[in-house]
């Protein structure tokens, strides 16, 4: 059974930071991609970071590139996401996904297998 666990979401001030972390577990091989996505209220779920398991290739959208960073650690089966210069329209849920996928579906939700059950981010203006 696979298990994605975030833990990390709070609330700062802008301009701040906040560090996400997904544990996984019950993933049995190399062959998977997770991502981070985000949800504020009355708006779609959005993909903006993707970190591909086997080699550590990344994607981020333009909103969070240079901002934030995406990375894994191999020996604890979990992946970060680095958060800085956070701004009030980063306030959402944020969740962190995992499947097998192409590469240039990595923004799409449905592609997408496994969800973790979001952590809260909340920065204040």
């Known amino acids: 059974r696979v298990l994605l666990v975030e833990s990390g979401g709070g609330s700062v001030q802008s301009g701040g930071s906040l560090r996400l972390s997904c544990a996984a577990s019950?993933?049995?091989?190399?062959?998977?991609?997770m991502a981070w996505f985000r949800q504020a209220p009355g708006k779609e779920r959005e993909g903006f970071s993707y970190?591909?398991?086997?080699?550590?290739?990344?994607y981020y959208t333009d909103s969070v590139k240079v901002r934030f960073t995406i990375r894994r650690d191999n020996t604890k089966n979990t992946v970060y996401l680095q958060m800085d210069s956070l701004k009030p329209e980063d306030t959402a849920m944020y969740y962190c996904?995992?499947?097998?996928?192409?590469?240039?579906?990595?923004?799409?939700?449905?592609?997408?297998?496994?969800w973790g059950q979001g952590t809260q981010v909340t920065v204040s203006s």
């Open positions: 996904a995992a499947g097998r996928l192409r590469d240039s579906s990595w923004s799409i939700p449905a592609a997408y297998d496994y």
């Open positions: 019950g993933l049995t091989n190399s062959g998977y991609c």
């Open positions: 970190i591909r398991w086997s080699d550590s290739t990344t």
